[in-house]
């Protein structure tokens, strides 16, 4: 829209209220222009924003280039929440000043509110052509990048203005948030620092710095830092429920549900607490609340269910009725739940069960009873035409609701998930052709940025202690990119590691090999559901703060009865675990070997 057609639009509109309402002084009509700007700067500035439009408005019926007063009202609507009259206003005023810097820079930022983010770029430009050392346009542009998720650029333009204007603390806290996003930790952490050396009692700083000191494994320096935002700004939801959080991570589940609760008598729909809060109950094995607040990750804000067109499964009796049980969250998630599919089968249920393609020949040849469909989260639902008709659905990570209430209802040890016998047999004379009478894999790398991967990954070099044991052949079950870390290795462990890459990416295989093995060593990874869901000897290496599937003082697993858990007794502290995996995989290799 041009500047002729906001005129138009503008002259057109009605003053909104009666200027005597909010005004002492009568006789409005013999008001100039400027003086009327005048008394709409001073409500503006009462925040009395209804009187503000009304005295502006009057201004700019008597004087339409006034410029300032058009920056003044296009304040008062935002005042008002009118941002599409502010947005208008602020076009105008540039329009008569160029030079406004601080008109352009209020557009920008009410064009970024807009999602409006080409003509949100021209209006910082247009500062920056103006005077390019402006540290605010720059601080505007990164956020207008951080809008559209370009964090990249945006922590570009965070850091033009921080080299700018050092004392701006909003540039080095928004910069240190995007690199928080991007998952580079250590420069986030600098940049909140520095926000808070220009203003100490900064909530956002404050906030933002306990969120990567949780990401980083610092629970309780994120449980003080996360006190002090709330000592300045009392009362913030968000961060009374990050104070729940690291007291969970430090294991103080009791009082994290304490949190989670107060936070929600007051805002009882609060995702990121009731979600949170049923991680607390799960690892403290409270199954019962836990699963049914494990439910609210489908709720508003929140991930979404597949879309399919069939009605939830409320728990009822099956019998000759058919349910689709469909994938959801990680690979690793998908193999866990599917524990619970020998207990949906003997229901009397017919069941359809929608998969990632990647487990669906184990799937298949685990629960021959059901029709299993490989698919990815993005396919259409084209297959379930050739089917017979569908009753309800359920997410596979909904099962647990119905199947493992109590720590009673877990089923005693068992292989649930079956590889290729053939396969198991090819990788079995292959490694019976080996010098070694032990083979054991080995995965050091889980997560993503999402999921905490920093938290999950023990770098190979750390491994030594336990890659020194003699009369073991290690096998790599690590998936991506692994050989420049086998070559950073001292030769004569490189030289005892079988790669076996070309398999990780096939996991049927890879469940096969796994099957042939004696032992798997593991961080918290996709490898370790994949060997615990066969039945297999899996050690799993654990964080300080693991996930909610783990128990917080048991070295046993409830979903994994052939799984031995070895946890970090003090946050980033590697080594001890090492040094434990090591000594009992000394003990193990002595004992004869029955297989």
Avoid at 379 to 393: F, G, I, S
Avoid at 529 to 540: D, E, R, S, Y
């Amino acid at each position: 829209m041009g500047v002729r057609d906001i005129l138009r639009r503008w002259r057109e509109r009605k003053p909104l209220y009666a200027a005597s309402t909010h005004d002492a002084v009568s006789g409005d009509e013999t008001r100039t222009a400027e003086e009327l700007h005048q008394r709409g700067a001073l409500l503006l500035k009462g925040k009395h924003y209804a009187a503000a439009v009304d005295s502006l408005a009057r201004s700019l019926q008597l004087k339409h280039d006034l410029a300032p007063a058009h920056l003044d009202l296009a304040m008062a609507y935002l005042g008002e929440g009118q941002v599409e009259d502010a947005a208008d206003s602020l076009r105008l005023a540039v329009h008569f000043a160029p030079q406004l810097t601080s008109a352009w820079y209020e557009l920008g930022r009410v064009l970024v509110k807009l999602a409006r983010f080409d003509e949100a770029e021209t209006a910082y430009r247009s500062i920056l052509k103006l005077d390019p050392s402006d540290g605010a346009a720059w601080l505007g542009l990164g956020d207008l990048y951080k809008a559209r998720s370009d964090l990249t650029l945006a922590v570009e333009c965070y850091g033009n203005a921080v080299n700018l204007a050092p004392g701006l603390a909003e540039a080095h806290c928004q910069r240190g948030f995007a690199l928080y996003k991007l998952g580079r930790y250590d420069e986030s952490h600098a940049c909140f620092d520095a926000a808070l050396a220009v203003r100490p009692e900064y909530t956002e700083a404050l906030h933002n710095l306990g969120l990567v000191q949780l990401e980083t494994a610092h629970p309780d320096e994120a449980l003080e830092s996360f006190t002090r935002a709330l000592a300045t700004h009392p009362g913030i939801a968000e961060t009374r429920a990050c104070i729940g959080h690291a007291l969970r991570d430090l294991g103080r589940l009791d009082e994290a549900v304490q949190c989670y609760d107060d936070v929600l008598a007051e805002r009882p729909q609060f995702m990121d607490a009731l979600i949170n809060r049923s991680y607390a109950y799960l690892m403290r094995e409270d199954y019962d609340r836990g699963w049914a607040g494990y439910e609210n990750r489908f709720g508003p804000d929140a991930m979404q269910g597949r879309g399919f067109p069939f009605k939830p499964w409320d728990g009822k009796p099956l019998d000759k009725k058919r349910i689709l049980v469909y994938a959801e969250q990680g690979l690793g998630d998908e193999i866990m739940f599917a524990s619970c599919l020998p207990d949906l089968l003997t229901i009397g249920a017919s069941c359809v069960i929608e998969c990632n393609t990647r487990v669906a020949p184990l799937f298949a040849r685990s629960f021959p009873q059901a029709h299993v469909q490989g698919a990815s989260k993005q396919d259409d639902q084209a297959w379930l035409a050739e089917l017979p008709p569908v009753d309800c659905q359920t997410a596979i990570g909904s099962l647990p609701l119905r199947f493992r209430r109590t720590p009673a209802a877990f089923p005693a040890p068992n292989a649930y998930l079956k590889a290729d016998p053939l396969r198991i047999s090819h990788w079995r004379r292959l490694l019976a052709e080996t010098s070694t009478d032990r083979h054991v894999g080995i995965a050091w790398r889980g997560g993503s940025l999402r999921t905490r991967q920093q938290l999950r990954t023990i770098p190979l070099l750390d491994w030594i202690p336990v890659l020194e044991q003699p009369g073991v052949q290690f096998h790599i079950l690590q998936y991506g990119e692994t050989a420049s870390e086998i070559e950073a290795l001292p030769e004569p462990f490189s030289m005892i590691l079988n790669s076996v890459v070309s398999i990780t990416d096939d996991l049927d295989e890879l469940a096969a090999l796994i099957t042939a093995l004696d032992l798997v060593i593991s961080v918290d990874n996709t490898v370790a559901h994949l060997a615990g869901a066969l039945g297999k000897p899996t050690w799993i290496m654990l964080s300080f703060s693991p996930e909610w599937r783990y128990p917080r003082v048991t070295e046993s697993m409830r979903w994994y009865p052939s799984a031995r858990l070895f946890k970090q007794h003090e946050p980033r502290a590697w080594a001890p675990v090492i040094g434990r995996v090591a000594a009992a995989l000394a003990i193990e290799v002595d004992r004869p070997n029955d297989v």
